[in-house]
RNA sequence: GCACCCGUAGCUCAGCCUGGAUAGAGCAACUCCCUCCUAAGGCGUAGGUCGUAGGUUCAAAUCCUACCGGGUGCGCCA
């Protein structure tokens, strides 16, 4: 698009690279589709960038732009509305679902791990936020045709179990536990976490690592009660994995991976445990076997990762992971180095924030301030109900799945709204607020198409025979879409899909406020622009993995 | 103590990577618009020393340095 304008600047006797640098695309429509500042002309043409751009003007060859002026410093080209709004229309009605993707990620696979609760704990929402992000970064990737591979990493083996195995043999019993599982398992994990436990909970986990029979039985019971209510979550999320795994799984494989680390020189005794220096990196020190013996995180992560290079052969290995744990990440990636694996490099933490609460402090689990997903879930969709009852009567199932579509946006918008790598304020009642910049408000807009389509048919031949402000700047937002997705695949940047979606919303609003659509002169290619503004809609809400629905 | 992140309107956040035209939204406040395709909407008013101080530049919220405030991490948790 950009083309017509690189060549009629070629008259600066810039070069094309040069040029195509200079180039803005300007915040304001008033400025034009593409803007060409001057200041870097002044100082060789040795005249201001005022004179620049009006001596410019006079010499380029407006054929094919509507407008080419000179605004101060600025020269701002206007491309062709008609051409503009009839190519980008029937692309999109043409393309549909794939209007935006691209090719770039052919055979290539990323990894990416994500969510990854620890299943010693209730799902609580320090875990949403890596769910909700990995899920939109898979689908980013997809639309780029990567293959991608989620792995929700369960936290199923560790020093926590030990503690939980305590709590459970001080305090619990199998009939409390059966009859509400969940917020039973977490007070046997407050119990098992005092200190005056502390060693007798490493002692059960190291029982547990050397398959110790009662350790074993119940651990498998506290993870099948876990998995059983994290699945039912996942579903009314609409989130899907493509493996389920776990560092038990890992455990097997610990003496093999330390053997390796031994054999590459890497590995050092202090105080009795098993370490590799990373002080020459400014790293400290990677803890890879405890005193007593006993694995830790890192130490399975680093066979995780290998593994993985086996399984899947990724071009990228994404760990959708909270900011808090950097350092553990900056250490493997450095591990895996020197242990001469050159596809470290592709391993990217893909840092988030903490959710903070409203008086922006983090949530946290030891002070009880833990806000349990399924709770938070169900008080969203009876707030969605409510909302909903207000202005229709439906019937118990459409109420019920219109009402979780609507959550689901609420969540998954107003968290991936926000810059991922930055603190957050979960704060719901914004979340789900029905008015202003929010999941509802675009479902909203949706459904406003929609019912507009509904009721007439649409043709595929529109004429235009002029293209008015609202019509233009809604256009606009629809041509920027495939390359909003690029960079937001680039950055791994949901948020920019987010943002996206709601001006692109907002210009549909004013555009539905200020243009009567159906039974008007323009009917044909109006309907046209709504039918795209649905689809391209619909597709940035599939990739931040929010559904879609007909009616609200 | 060291390292990293944040500080933009009363509140919640964009914008910063890649410096440019009057710093954008939403909420809250104050108005206006349903004889018209969903008012869960739209128009408008008001609200800003972009933490502070320097520096680089024709140009700084954006880049650099120092400082202040908040958060996170730093060997036997994950």
Redesign the pocket.
């Known amino acids: 698009m950009s083309a017509s304008v690189i060549n009629a600047l070629k008259l600066t006797g810039l070069s094309e690279e040069e040029i195509e640098k200079?180039i803005?695309r300007?915040?304001?429509q008033?400025?034009?589709d593409?803007?060409?500042?001057c200041?870097?002309l002044?100082?060789t043409m040795k005249k201001s960038?005022v004179h620049i751009a009006q001596d410019l003007v006079k010499r380029i060859d407006k054929d094919g732009f509507e407008k080419v002026e000179a605004?101060?410093?600025?020269?701002?080209f206007f491309l062709d509305s008609k051409k503009l709004a009839n190519n980008i229309l029937n692309k999109i009605m043409k393309e549909k679902k794939k209007y935006g993707s691209n090719s770039s990620g052919k055979g290539k696979t990323i990894v990416i791990d994500m969510s990854?609760p620890?299943i010693a704990k209730p799902f609580g929402i320090g875990h949403l936020r890596s769910t909700i992000i990995g899920n939109s970064i898979s689908e980013i990737k997809k639309f780029e045709s990567y293959k991608t591979v989620k792995i929700n990493y369960l936290?199923d083996?560790?020093?926590?179990f030990?503690?939980m195995i305590v709590g459970y043999k001080k305090f619990g019993n199998e009939k409390d536990l059966r009859k509400d599982p969940i917020k039973y398992m977490l007070q046997l994990y407050v119990e098992g976490n005092k200190e005056e436990y502390?060693q007798e909970?490493?002692d059960w986990?190291r029982k547990l690592e050397d398959g110790n029979k009662e350790a074993t039985r119940l651990w498998k019971m506290f993870k099948e009660i876990s998995l059983k209510n994290f699945n039912a979550i996942y579903k009314k999320l609409g989130v899907e994995f493509d493996v389920i795994s776990g560092?038990s799984l890992y455990n097997k494989k610990m003496d093999k991976l330390v053997i390796e680390l031994e054999k590459k020189g890497l590995l050092e005794r202090?105080?009795?445990?098993l370490?590799v220096?990373l002080n020459k990196e400014?790293l400290?020190?990677?803890?890879i076997?405890?005193?007593?013996g006993?694995?830790?995180?890192?130490?399975?992560d680093l066979a995780v990762a290998i593994d993985r290079c086996n399984n899947y052969k990724f071009s990228q290995m994404l760990y959708e992971v909270?900011?808090?744990?950097?350092?553990?990440f900056k250490q493997l990636f450095t591990i895996l180095d020197k242990m001469g694996y050159t596809w470290a490099k592709n391993c990217v933490h893909v840092e988030h924030?903490?959710y903070?609460d409203?008086d922006?402090?983090?949530f946290?689990t030891r002070k009880g301030k833990t806000v349990l997903m399924e709770e938070i879930l169900e008080e969203t969709i009876e707030l969605?109900k409510s909302?909903?009852k207000?202005?229709?009567n439906l019937e118990e199932n459409e109420l019920n799945e219109?009402a979780r579509k609507?959550a689901i946006a609420s969540i998954f918008y107003g968290d991936l709204?926000?810059?991922?790598?930055?603190?957050?304020?979960?704060?719901l009642e914004?979340f789900i607020?029905?008015?202003?910049?929010?999941g509802?408000?675009l479902?909203?807009?949706l459904?406003?198409a929609?019912?507009?389509l509904e009721?007439v048919k649409i043709s595929k031949n529109f004429k235009i025979t002029s293209v008015d402000n609202y019509e233009r700047k809604l256009i606009n937002e629809l041509s920027n879409f495939p390359e909003i997705v690029v960079?937001a695949s680039?950055?791994l940047?949901p948020?920019?899909i987010a943002?996206y979606a709601?001006n692109l919303?907002?210009k549909f609003?004013?555009?539905?406020?200020?243009?009567?659509?159906?039974?008007?002169k323009e009917e044909k290619f109006?309907l046209a622009i709504v039918k795209s503004f649905a689809q391209v809609l619909q597709n940035a809400l599939h990739l931040l993995g929010i559904p879609t629905l007909?009616?609200?």
């Open positions: 200079l803005e300007p915040k304001d008033t400025h034009g593409f803007a060409f500042p200041f870097t002044a100082k960038p605004v101060g410093p600025y020269i701002n990854s620890n936290g083996w560790g020093t926590q030990g503690k502390e909970a490493r986990f560092e202090n105080d009795g445990a370490i220096d400014g400290g020190v990677a803890l076997k405890k005193t007593d006993a694995t830790l995180y890192i130490t399975r909270g900011q808090e744990q950097k350092l553990h924030g903490l903070l409203q922006g402090k983090k946290s969605a909302e909903i207000k202005r229709d219109r609507i709204k926000n810059h991922r790598a930055y603190d957050m304020v979960f704060d914004r607020s029905f008015e202003g910049d929010t509802p408000y479902l909203y807009s459904a406003r929609n019912s507009m009721k960079s680039k950055e940047s948020s920019s943002h709601y919303a907002q609003n004013e555009f539905y406020h200020s243009c009567q659509v159906i039974g008007s109006r007909k009616k609200m």
